[in-house]
């Protein structure tokens, strides 16, 4: 596996989950509030997150030696990232 990706992934995938959090947390308090406001923040954050999560699988594709299109997998969410993990590695 390269290294290089392979950090930058984890990275990137770490952030995202953290981000994903943040925005569930976020949406329970816009729900107890009634804030449309903090339901924006919410939706922008899981945008955010999404995408960052679809770079970060990409990233880890590369590092398994696949094209990063493979990333495309991280629409599935945690379904797509275990399907990357159980890919052999072909970087070597």
Same mark, same amino acid.
């Given at each position: 596996m390269l290294a290089d990706y392979k950090s930058k992934a984890n990275l990137a995938i770490g952030l995202a989950i953290i981000l994903f959090i943040i925005a569930a947390a976020t949406s329970v308090n816009a729900g107890h509030s009634g804030s449309s406001g903090l339901v924006l923040a919410a939706k922008l954050i899981e945008i955010v997150s999404g995408i960052l999560f679809i770079w970060g699988?990409?990233?880890? %594709?590369? %590092?398994k030696g696949y094209s990063g299109y493979l990333g495309l997998l991280g629409f599935l969410s945690l379904i797509g990232l275990i399907i990357l993990v159980f890919l052999p590695d072909k970087s070597s």
């Open positions: 699988c990409s990233l880890y %594709a590369k %590092a």
